[in-house]
């Protein structure tokens, strides 16, 4: 089932890629093929993908920083996104851990603090975090092998299907209870109890929140066509001084040195 699962995995991420270098070749190519015929193989490189870098440094540049394009509040890192920040449980007991933070052991005690105006619009997110957390450890412990559902509409096979008639945990099976917020050092941690709906022991779960890398695509495309950018420019550059001295070059005399 695994080994299916891949399978289709790979087959459609071998469509997208083919679909993304088609269109590719289409409106690059169709572009090179007319810039060619007009102004020769090497001039229409250069002058085809120095234009796309900096067509490309524009659009980074925008995601990156906006350049107000939407007003005074226009939102930054606009394009293709890192990590989301998200809370990311460390560990889950009948007691919290200290191992990697002293602090939990404190918990529900001070400095823990049940949401507050600061920290309201973490309750949720945290609450999500640890029922997922819950899930994959008891689907985990069950030995059971989650499986990504792929609609057949989309290349899948349709509904998973599971051996032995086991059905995987899911975070709404879980109840979260007593949600608290603390710091240690640079870190927000948050921590929770949570248990099974059918009945088991409540389990302790401390979190520390990661604030991602929603930049890092943004960053690494304008970087790129920065240095795609400059590395071109000179190229460019040389080889439109040779074509101007080609055409403005005064033409040779047909005539020998003995003609009349």
Known sequence: MIAALASTDLRLLSIGSLVVLCGFILFAGSIYLLLAALL?????????ATCFFAFLMILSSLWTWGFFSQGPETPTNQGPKGTEAHWLPLDGGLQASGEEYPVALKYPEAPW???????????????????????????????IQVQTEIPAAA??????????GKVPFTPDQFTVEDVR?????DKSLGAARAFYNGGG???TVVA???PGNVWIYSWVFLVASIIGFAVHVPFLDRE????????????ASWRGKGGS
Do not use: C, W
């Not at 020769?40 to 085809?48: D, H, I, S």
């Open 201 to 203: 022991p409540e389990v």
């Open 208 to 210: 520390v929140h990661d």
């Open 40 to 48: 020769g193989k090497k001039m229409a490189y250069l002058l085809e």
């Open 155 to 164: 290349g899948g096979r349709g509904p998973a299907e599971y051996p032995d």
């Open 113 to 143: 603090a049940p949401p507050n105006d600061a920290t309201a619009a973490s309750k949720e997110p945290m609450e999500t975090a640890v029922k997922q957390f819950m899930a994959d450890q008891a689907n985990a412990e069950a030995g």
């Open 240 to 251: 439109e001084k040779k074509r101007k001295e080609i055409l403005t070059s005064k033409p």
């Open 181 to 185: 917020f603390t710091t240690e050092g």
